[in-house]
Structure formats: C-alpha cells, structure tokens
C-alpha cells in the first residue's frame, strides 16, 4: 500500500492519544484509506444500488416469484428470491452445520446417483452468516445479506488497489464500477459467497503484486474455505512465488511460505469431507453424482453452445435467455484475454485468469451461469477500465449509469427467474 504521511502535532497531549510508533496515528491513518479507497467504492456502491433497485422491481413487476417454491425462486416478498437456490444451502449450513454422507438415489434422474447433501458448500461464507447472526441479533437472511454487501465492498476495494498499482487511479475507479454491473453481478448481492470470493482473490493478487508473500499465503489459504474455485487462485499465487523462488528477489522463506500456506483451506476441506463420508474423493463423487458439476474437458460447454447457436434445447440444463447471454460472453472472451495479456499484467494475474476461465468452461454444469462463473476473473475488467480512463467524469457515470439500469436485468432477473443461479 502507499506510504502514509506522518502528520505532525505541535500538541503535546493530542500526540500522547495516538499508538507509539504509529506516525500519525490510527485517525490519520484511516482518513487516508478513506481518500484512497472512497471514490472506488461509492463508485461501486452506487452504481451495484442502481442495478438491485432495478432488479428487485422487476421481480415485483413480473410476479412470478410468489408462484414459485421459496426454495427454488420464490417467496413471499421480492428479496425472497436472494435467498433461494443455493442460498438455501448457506442458510442450511449456517443453522444445522454439516451432514456429509454418500446416499444413493435409486431410479434418480439421468446423471444424479447420489442424493444432494450441503457438503458441497464450503464453511467460510456460513460460518460468517453464523457469526454475524450471533453478534448481531439478525436472523440468518439479514446477517448473510450483510455479510455479502460488505465483503462487495472490499472486493471493489481490492480490484481497486490491483488496477490503480497497474494503470492508475482513475481506471481502478472504473474497474471497481464495471464490477458493479459486469454480467453475473446479480450474485454479489445475495445470499451467495461471490463478493467474499472476489474480495479475497483480488487482495490476494494485489499481496503478491506488492511482494507480500506470507499475507498472499494466508489470504489464499482463507479463500479455500469459501470456494472449490479457489484452486485457481492457489495455482496462479503458488506459479507467481516459484518465480520468485527462482528469482530470489525476495529471499526464500517468504515465498516459500506463500507456497505451503495457499493450498491448505482448500485441502484441508475436500480431505475432512472425504473423512466424514468414509471416501477420500467422496468431495468429488458428491459433485459428479449429486450435482452434476464436474471437469469434462470443455464438452458440456460445447454442446451448450452448439445448441444455443443451432436453436436447439437437447443439453442438459437449457435456459433459452441465460444461455444466449452465456454464449456471448464466452465468444467475447478471447479478445478480452488478448487486451489483458497486451498490458503485461504480472504474472499472478494472466494466470489467475486463465485458469479460471479454463476451470469453468471446462466444466459440465449450468451453461446460462458461466457470467457468475466467470465473475472472479475481474482482471478481465482491466482493458476495458484502461481504455475508459479517456473518458470524462460526465461521460464515465452515463455509460456506467446506464449500464447499471440494464444489469438489473441481464445480471439479476435473467440469472434469478429465466435460469437457476
């Protein structure tokens, strides 16, 4: 992080109020967060308030949500809908804590052989909902509510501080903004671990940027307990400390430290279900037979694609609406990957963002979800935030804001209502 002037005081007994050794003091201190990190986030604050208000009037407009289960969709109020689907789960996982098991299904449904149970969700967002719940006096809802506002706050903080160290000021503004309202934004304000992830894998990436290994290490270990996605950040965290190690810029113990610490959340996990289930791969037997969601080497994304292009519905998990958005995207991928790797983005960075694009489209799963698959590749945002910064204030916040108006829509009611989040 920037260094932080000290502010001296001719006071006497205003200096004997601050930390010593703390030049300036905690006050000084956070005034300079503020003004470091405020545009950013009142940018994405902003800008995301747009896109939610949007979205939760859809949904009153439509009302369908009533018509369906609270589980899948529905609910009695709007905002019901954040909570459904996954976020069911969480809310599961917050109150009744684990259950691993491998129970069959007999005469299940083409490809579920084994019955759905909450293992598959990882600990760190639950456990925070738990948390908060209990020191907060909230029920569940709220407390992951407020979990996920917050931790999006962050994220863009994150984003913020990886893009102004690459491009500048103004284009870490910008970014922090396209988060807002990139497609699959919709998640980041619900009861879904996203902004937690995204806030962790962006400081990670910024650790590293900045050479601090151990903090790199512990944030990555931290991530691991949120999402299996982490992998892609424990691979990108753990090639760019190798280089280091090579290097020897930074010494050894450091990097090699990042090394050890990043895989240790996420194994550690995938290794305790294995226990409790009484298979050392009942983590991924669960999502292979249970949800459906596996590593096929790209198949499942294809046929998606082909049947979207063809017109057609004969592939598993077809949303005619999310699908043609996810199709889209994904054809616009290789020429954002081109602009990206033109900056010369560190290496943390290229590959946190390619692996993550290969682990999702190489994955069988719900193809109309690979804008919330893809929304932890935020340097993906870097391009287009560069190319921005040319832009006049007054023209940033029309094209933002109006962007903002349409998320409500492609980023919230397609995912929520015309598709399963």
């Known amino acids: 992080m920037n260094a932080i002037p000290a502010v001296a005081s001719d006071a006497p007994e205003q200096r004997s109020d601050e930390p010593e050794g703390v030049p300036g003091g905690w006050r000084e201190h956070a005034r300079a967060l503020v003004v470091r990190f405020g545009p950013a986030v009142w940018c994405y604050a902003v800008l995301k308030l747009i896109g939610f208000t949007v979205f939760m009037k859809l949904l009153s407009f439509s009302g369908d949500y009533i018509k369906k289960h609270p589980r899948f969709g529905g609910g009695a109020n709007p905002w019901d809908v954040l909570a459904s689907w996954d976020g069911w789960w969480y809310q599961q996982v917050a109150e009744f804590g684990y259950h691993p098991a491998l129970i069959p299904v007999p005469n299940g449904p083409v ?20 948390m908060t719940s209990d020191v907060t006096g909230l029920g569940l809802y709220g407390a992951g509510m407020l979990v996920s506002v917050v931790a999006s706050l962050f994220a863009a903080a994150g984003i913020y501080a990886v893009v102004d160290r690459m491009a500048g000021p103004k284009a870490g503004v910008i970014a922090a ?27 990670a990436c910024y650790c590293v940027m900045s050479r601090q290994w151990v903090a790199a290490g512990v944030i990555t270990l931290v991530a691991g307990l949120n999402r299996p996605t982490a992998a892609a950040l424990i691979g990108a965290v753990g090639l760019a400390a190798l280089v280091e190690l090579y290097r020897r810029d930074s010494g050894v113990l450091r990097p090699l430290a990042a ?20 298979e050392w791969g009942g983590y991924f037997r669960l999502q292979h037979d249970a949800w459906l969601h596996y590593f096929d080497w790209g198949q499942g994304t294809w046929a998606a694609m082909r049947g979207v292009l063809l017109g057609r519905n004969d592939y598993p998990f077809a949303f ?10 994904v054809l616009a991928l290789p020429a ?12 943390v960075l290229t590959a946190y963002t390619l692996a993550t694009i290969v682990s999702v489209l190489g994955s069988l799963g719900i193809f109309g979800n690979v804008s919330r698959y893809l929304l932890p590749a935020f340097p993906l945002f870097i391009a287009l935030a560069v190319a921005m910064r040319k832009l006049s204030w007054p023209v940033l916040a029309a094209v933002l804001g109006t962007g903002a108006i349409a998320s409500g829509w492609f980023a919230g009611y397609v995912i929520f209502e015309l598709g399963v989040p």
């Not at 954002?336 to 290496?347: G, I, K, Q, Y």
């Open 336 to 347: 954002l990957v081109v602009l990206l790797v033109r900056l010369r983005p560190p290496l």
């Open 259 to 278: 090394v050890v610490l990043a895989p240790v959340g996420l194994l550690g996990y995938v290794a305790w279900v294995g226990w409790r289930m009484g």
């Open 320 to 329: 005619p609406v999310p699908d043609l958005f996810a199709t889209l995207i």
């Open 177 to 203: 903004g396209i988060w807002a309202i990139a497609p699959g934004s919709g998640a980041e304000w619900a009861i879904y671990s996203d902004s937690l992830f995204v806030a962790l894998a962006a400081w």
């Open 111 to 130: 490809g579920f052989t084994v019955e759905q149970n909450s293992a598959a969700f990882f600990p760190l967002y639950p456990g925070l909902m738990r």
